[in-house]
């Protein structure tokens, strides 16, 4: 497909058919035609035990920068992790090390992709304004409130999110609110959404089409996150992300999302009532009404920008320079072949 240059030369802006924007997000073209999906279970065996291994390594610098050393006698100890976690120099290093880790192996094979790093991960402008973003962005706590409300029904929250959610307080107190938010809102939002969406879900759905890619990168999101409850309520947000980066063409709007989503996911656990206690603080209460109001705007909000710009999308730079790339490798090979076929 030839991107039309009048139009890559408007003032305007460069503006396409959802046709010609389907065919330059999804490659259709010789080799591009299918994404490889065996490098999808083996991205995420590597991506998790690299967690893992860097988990641990995060435990023993966090323990090393707290208590200046690592005693056997003080791993053993039950509250050792939670020492770490209530420092304000060990809670980063726990949660930001295993998660750069764990996205190494996706960046490098991207880095190895035909189609362009930035292509490969969906690290593009899309076809949504930048409005459509925070609009997305608003919209995503409510989504993740319903999803744990309906979760908590029917299943009580697990000692790991008690803990979690008291180790949130106890920073808080410290005057480590605000830091805190963007921590846990800036880390997943880049490195899950990078892994999740970037590299599995573009694969996917490449592969076997929206839906399908969707719901089982979904799947492995909430997998990921270890923990029955967790993982159940997490999984609606993550079918959400999903749609996000499916319908505007580009991850940024997920990332946004589930950056926005953790961040007042953590003035709400911080602000909200102690475990046991009946009476909700105004400022928990004032939290909850803000998502539920504008959540609920926005959220129609999106589905009417997602419906506009589906009928009449426009093609970034970089989507236009993409489908141009896929055309002379196309032309490339053919003159290669034709060669070849002279020569012989």
Not at 55 to 74: W, Y
Not at 81 to 100: D, E, H, R, W, Y
Not at 290 to 309: M, N, P, Q
Request: proline residues 6%; neutral net charge.
């Amino acid at each position: 497909m030839e991107p039309n240059q009048s139009n890559l030369n408007d003032p305007a802006g460069p503006v396409a058919s959802a046709t010609d924007l389907f065919a330059a997000s999804e490659p259709k073209l010789g080799k591009f035609k299918k994404d490889r999906i065996w490098t999808i279970p083996v991205v995420l065996v590597v991506s998790f035990v690299v967690y893992l291994g860097a988990s641990m390594l995060a435990i023993v610098i966090a323990a090393v920068v707290v208590h200046g050393t690592i005693d056997p006698k003080m791993v053993s100890d039950g509250t050792f992790i939670n020492t770490l976690m209530q420092s304000k120099v060990g809670f980063p290093l726990i949660v930001v090390l295993p998660q750069a880790a764990m996205i190494v192996p996706v960046v490098f094979l991207a880095t190895l992709s035909p189609l362009g790093f930035r292509q490969r991960l969906r690290l593009v402008r899309g076809h949504w304004p930048l409005f459509g973003w925070g609009v997305a962005a608003i919209a995503t706590p409510l989504i993740g409130m319903i999803s744990s409300l309906i979760v908590g029904l029917f299943l009580e929250d697990s000692e790991s999110l008690v803990e979690m959610a008291r180790v949130f307080r106890d920073l808080a107190n410290n005057g480590f609110l605000v830091p805190l938010a963007f921590l846990i809102g800036a880390t997943p939002g880049i490195c899950e959404e990078l892994l999740f969406r970037g590299y599995v879900q573009s694969r996917l759905t490449t592969r076997f089409g929206g839906i399908a890619g969707i719901l089982v990168s979904s799947v492995i999101f909430a997998a990921f996150h270890m923990d029955l409850v967790h993982s159940t309520a997490v999984f609606a947000l993550g079918v959400w992300l999903g749609w996000l980066c499916w319908q505007s063409g580009s991850i940024f709007p997920a990332m946004f999302a589930h950056f926005f989503n953790n961040a007042i996911s953590v003035f709400a656990v911080a602000l909200g009532p102690e475990p046991g206690s009946k009476e909700v603080p105004i400022e928990a209460a004032a939290v909850m009404l803000g998502i539920f109001a504008l959540g609920t705007w926005s959220f129609l909000a999106t589905l009417a920008i997602a419906w506009h710009y589906r009928l009449s999308p426009v093609i970034t730079t970089s989507t236009a320079a993409l489908a141009t790339d896929l055309v002379d490798e196309k032309s490339r090979a053919s003159l290669g072949n034709n060669a070849e076929n002279s020569s012989s």
